[in-house]
């Protein structure tokens, strides 16, 4: 009987144990999840995911709300929209660069086409003149 006790009472304090190290991984996976945040936004030069950042900082406020609770099942699954939203979020940044890249590159283009089109008419120009000075020496 003692030793049936001994082993509920050691089997708790494990259980306490994982429970507490469960909440601290948590705690780090939020507090990891904040600094990013952060990073994201200052990656955001052009605010092309500004609403998508707003709703990662709301569902991580939610998953900290939830922890307090001790609803870790459901701030686990937070954590988890919060890693596809980050995701989500660098995607959009980089699409967001390569379309300003592509209109820097188009704008160049263009300019380039119609120096060759100036370039283009000055010569025949030139040319033009070319002959009517040879016309009028003969």
């Not at 008419?121 to 003969?138: G, T, V």
Request: net charge positive.
């Amino acid at each position: 009987m003692r030793q049936a006790r001994w082993g509920i009472a050691l089997a708790l304090m494990l259980a306490a144990a994982r429970a507490g190290a469960d909440e601290k991984d948590l705690k780090r996976r939020l507090e990891s999840q904040r600094s990013a945040v952060a990073d994201l936004q200052a990656l955001d030069q052009r605010r092309a995911a500004a609403e998508e950042i707003g709703n990662l900082k709301t569902w991580l406020d939610e998953a900290w709300t939830q922890l307090a609770r001790e609803e870790e099942d459901l701030v686990r699954m937070l954590l988890d929209r919060c890693d596809a939203q980050a995701v989500h979020i660098r995607e959009a940044i980089e699409a967001s660069k390569a379309v300003a890249e592509t209109a820097t590159a188009e704008a160049a283009l263009k300019a380039s086409r119609a120096k060759v089109d100036r370039t283009r008419r000055d010569l025949e120009q030139a040319q033009i003149k070319k002959k009517a000075m040879e016309m009028n020496l003969k």
